[in-house]
């Protein structure tokens, strides 16, 4: 089955899978062992003028997150250009370089990095929410290399629809969507603060629980602007995989699922694929991109009550409990819904652990 991907006219993955800027790509030796997985290209950690100084604890993971206090690559540039760079080039998959943060710096870094990157990844998490500064850094940045310019996009942005077309009109490539949200707090029961190591505790938010809004801006900016676009924000799943690309994506980046479940997840998704694919009736994901774009365009008011399938029903009674609107009810051992109360509101279709409700949810 054909696992490959076209990223806009310039670049093409044998499969959709590549890791997230972050610690799981710190170095050489952590990304060779990706490699060795077999993922469709490589990403860096964001490489800046200056190593990070990363406060400590830094990433702390609960069963759908991850909150991280982390910064940029530990490591200075100088360190990547002679020596990680070089070892990681020889693995022979495409290679992004994630650079950061401001307008200078990312001009300085360019040239260094250049023979060594098939795409840049640009992040400007720290220029703000306004685009002036950040249309200014993707107009230089591609007035200075012919490799092509993806730029992360942080969900603090107002309209993303808006810095699409701003990164299109300045000479941008395509995007990564989206990067981690926050800030947040975790705190602990037993101590009232932070666990993490950040002057006021704060962290940022990434993994399976932002998996909705990822796809959600995804679909935003696909409908709008014809540009590539690389899902990043959730992915754990071959399911997932699918997920993002019918949501307009070309490709997905994953980094917090293979923190929580094991650098293994990699491996696994990509042999899992084929079999996600022909589950949805396809050989290969160009058919699929972007089929969700054509459907689900109008809001439909009809009320529509569950039917309850008998044979596939354990009574386990979490649609009776959940029920907003007591109107499920665990009666002679049979699930009975009144329609006299019952919204249509799609909570027990979505919740049952055996799909023994069906009729509410399109």
Same mark, same amino acid.
């Given at each position: 089955?054909?696992?490959?991907?076209?990223?806009?006219?310039?670049?093409?993955?044998?499969?959709?899978?590549?890791?997230?800027?972050?610690?799981?790509?710190?170095?050489?030796?952590?990304?060779?062992?990706?490699?060795?997985?077999?993922?469709?290209?490589?990403?860096?950690?964001?490489?800046?003028?200056?190593?990070?100084?990363?406060?400590?604890?830094?990433?702390?993971?609960?069963?759908?997150?991850?909150?991280?206090?982390?910064?940029?690559?530990?490591?200075?540039?100088?360190?990547?250009?002679?020596?990680?760079?070089?070892?990681?080039?020889?693995?022979?998959?495409?290679?992004?370089? *994630? &650079? #950061?943060?401001?307008?200078?710096?990312?001009? $300085?870094?360019?040239?260094?990095?250049?023979?060594? +990157? /098939?795409? =840049?990844?640009?992040?400007?998490?720290?220029?703000?929410?306004?685009?002036?500064?950040?249309?200014?850094?993707?107009?230089?940045?591609?007035?200075?290399?012919?490799?092509?310019?993806?730029?992360?996009?942080?969900?603090?942005?107002?309209?993303?629809?808006?810095?699409?077309?701003?990164?299109?009109?300045?000479?941008?490539?395509?995007?990564?969507?989206?990067? *981690? &949200? #926050?800030?947040?707090?975790?705190?602990?029961? $037993?101590?009232?603060?932070?666990?993490?190591?950040? +002057? /006021?505790? =704060?962290?940022?938010?990434?993994?399976?629980?932002?998996?909705?809004?990822?796809?959600?801006?995804?679909?935003?900016?696909?409908?709008?602007?014809?540009?590539?676009?690389?899902?990043?924000?959730?992915?754990?799943?071959?399911?997932?995989?699918?997920?993002?690309?019918?949501?307009?994506?070309?490709?997905?980046?994953?980094?917090?699922?293979?923190?929580?479940?094991?650098?293994?997840?990699?491996?696994?998704?990509?042999?899992?694929?084929?079999?996600?694919?022909?589950?949805?009736?396809?050989?290969?994901?160009?058919?699929?991109?972007?089929?969700?774009?054509?459907?689900?365009?109008?809001?439909?008011?009809?009320?529509?009550?569950?039917?309850?399938?008998?044979?596939?029903?354990?009574?386990?009674?979490?649609?009776?409990?959940?029920?907003?609107?007591?109107?499920?009810?665990?009666?002679?051992?049979?699930?009975?819904?009144?329609?006299?109360?019952?919204?249509?509101?799609?909570?027990?279709?979505?919740?049952?652990?055996?799909?023994?409700?069906?009729?509410?949810?399109?």
């Amino acid at each position: 089955m054909d696992l490959s991907v076209r990223i806009g006219d310039k670049l093409t993955l044998e499969n959709p899978i590549m890791p997230a800027s972050g610690p799981l790509v710190g170095d050489s030796e952590k990304i060779l062992a990706l490699a060795a997985q077999g993922v469709g290209g490589i990403v860096t950690k964001t490489i800046s003028v200056r190593e990070a100084h990363v406060p400590r604890p830094c990433i702390i993971g609960g069963n759908d997150y991850i909150m991280n206090t982390e910064l940029w690559s530990e490591y200075p540039p100088d360190r990547w250009e002679k020596e990680f760079l070089p070892s990681i080039r020889r693995a022979g998959k495409p290679i992004f370089i *994630s &650079l #950061g943060y401001k307008e200078e710096e990312i001009l $300085s870094l360019i040239p260094r990095f250049e023979p060594f +990157a /098939d795409a =840049f990844e640009l992040s400007t998490h720290y220029l703000g929410k306004s685009l002036d500064p950040i249309a200014k850094t993707v107009r230089a940045a591609a007035q200075a290399t012919d490799r092509p310019i993806f730029i992360k996009l942080s969900p603090h942005i107002p309209d993303p629809v808006e810095f699409a077309q701003m990164v299109k009109s300045q000479g941008g490539y395509g995007l990564v969507a989206i990067n *981690s &949200l #926050g800030p947040v707090y975790p705190v602990r029961s $037993s101590v009232p603060s932070s666990p993490l190591g950040s +002057a /006021d505790g =704060f962290g940022w938010i990434s993994g399976p629980v932002i998996k909705p809004l990822a796809l959600a801006i995804i679909r935003k900016i696909a409908s709008a602007v014809d540009i590539p676009i690389i899902g990043v924000g959730g992915v754990s799943s071959a399911q997932d995989v699918i997920d993002f690309i019918q949501c307009g994506a070309s490709a997905v980046q994953m980094l917090s699922a293979a923190m929580l479940k094991g650098r293994t997840l990699y491996r696994k998704i990509i042999a899992a694929l084929p079999a996600a694919l022909e589950s949805h009736g396809f050989t290969d994901f160009q058919s699929m991109k972007g089929l969700s774009l054509k459907t689900n365009t109008s809001a439909v008011y009809e009320r529509r009550t569950p039917i309850i399938d008998p044979e596939k029903c354990t009574l386990c009674n979490r649609c009776v409990e959940n029920c907003p609107y007591n109107a499920l009810e665990n009666r002679d051992k049979k699930i009975i819904v009144d329609p006299t109360l019952c919204f249509g509101c799609g909570l027990c279709e979505s919740r049952c652990p055996v799909h023994a409700i069906s009729g509410i949810l399109r």
